[in-house]
């Protein structure tokens, strides 16, 4: 037998909760034609007709077709200057305009003025009814989206949303954005890691890296900052000997030191200590180069 989808019967009982105060009786919101009904949307497979033009006039219909009935009647309600001919042409505008939310639906047979009957056809094969829709207005829907129990409340709640019956949802709050780990060093930034001097800074690091780069390859006494040792830097003396058969390391080596103030190498050491520390540290490596 022809049975009412749950899906329509959700739209049913959606209007009813928002439109029964306002004369729409449940009585006028139908989904299953009567016994005497054949063929049509209100008809499940059981009865449907030969050729019945809900079934063969397109494969979503012929797909879908099932025990369920694909179609609601609604009859008259007023609320506020709306009512069922308001209510019909908003429908017929929305499905013209091929709302998100009006896809599964095939017709609208519906009266604008009580008077004239018009059909809204998807498939665009009838424009007419016959004259019961002057007082209420017929829906059917494609016969997969009732078999597949698709939601078709949106649209009608939609429709309470704009007239007023339902209050529209807050707007969502924009998403908060998922922090991204700030991967930019400021100078003044602490290090991760822990070092002798708790305080030391990135900018500190850069600060030494620079001077101890200028310090090896500039001459002693010199300002200007270099990108390759100077003549008679600390370095260039060790790369002019690599390599050199006849190279005397200690002679190097004795240059080397002698290129190095202990006094001022000792305090561009201590700088970078902790102030406990630092005195003790230049006493010692002075006392050591200058032995």
Known sequence: MTAAPANLLSVRTLLLAHLRPHGLASAELGVVGDENHWGGYHCGRNRVLDRDYSVVESTRDSS???SYASALDIGTFSYKGHNLRTFSTWLVRQCEAGTVDTRDIREVIYSPDGKTVRRWDRLRRRSSGDSSHTFHTH????????????DLTPLFRRYLVAIGLITPPAPKPPPVP??????????ADKLTRGTDNPNRTVGHVLADLANLRNWFVSPLG???????????????????AAGRDDTDEQAIADRVIAALDPATLAQRIAEH????????????????LAA
Do not use: C, H
């Open 64 to 66: 879908g077709l099932s």
């Open 139 to 150: 829906i059917s829907f494609f016969r997969d989206a009732t078999k597949a129990g698709r």
């Open 178 to 187: 998922t922090p991204v780990e700030d991967n930019d060093m400021e100078q």
């Open 222 to 240: 010199a300002q200007d900052a270099y990108t390759k040792p100077a003549d008679g830097s600390p370095l260039a003396l060790l790369l002019n």
């Open 273 to 288: 200590l902790p102030a406990d520390q630092a005195q003790r540290v230049a006493d010692e490596l002075s006392a050591r």
